[in-house]
């Protein structure tokens, strides 16, 4: 069994800093793409940023230069750096994470569940 376990979100201040951190545990092979997703309030949920096993990563335009996205291999952890918070990056960000649990099945796809940034003065 697999979990994704998030922590980091809370509430901040217009311009303010957050660092989300999503770990995971459990039956796990290897562990490919991991990333973060967030979903407001009447919207779809929305990639934000997703790094490789080897590093690459992507990032939605409204998040460019502002976010970072790293990974720690040896600890099977996941890391969302927030600067320059604004009001719109205000929803519950989820961690996902492609997963191989065993060498004998195909990678699935593990969702977090979910921790809350509320960007507000």
């Known amino acids: 069994q697999v979990q994704l376990v998030e922590s980091g979100g809370g509430l901040v201040q217009p311009g303010g800093s957050l660092r989300l951190s999503c770990a995971a545990s459990?039956?796990?092979?290897?562990?490919?793409?991991m990333g973060w997703y967030r979903q407001a309030p009447g919207k779809q949920r929305a990639l934000v940023a997703r790094i490789t096993s080897g590093g690459s990563t992507n990032y939605a335009d409204s998040v460019k230069g502002r976010f970072t996205i790293s990974r720690d291999n040896a600890k099977n952890t996941v890391y969302l750096q927030m600067n320059s918070l604004k009001s719109e990056d205000t929803a519950v960000y989820y961690c996902?994470?492609?997963?191989?649990?065993?060498?004998?099945?195909?990678?699935?796809?593990?969702w977090g569940q979910g921790t809350q940034v509320t960007v507000s003065s």
């Open positions: 459990g039956s796990i092979f290897s562990i490919n793409a």
């Open positions: 996902n994470a492609d997963i191989q649990p065993n060498k004998y099945v195909f990678q699935l796809g593990y």
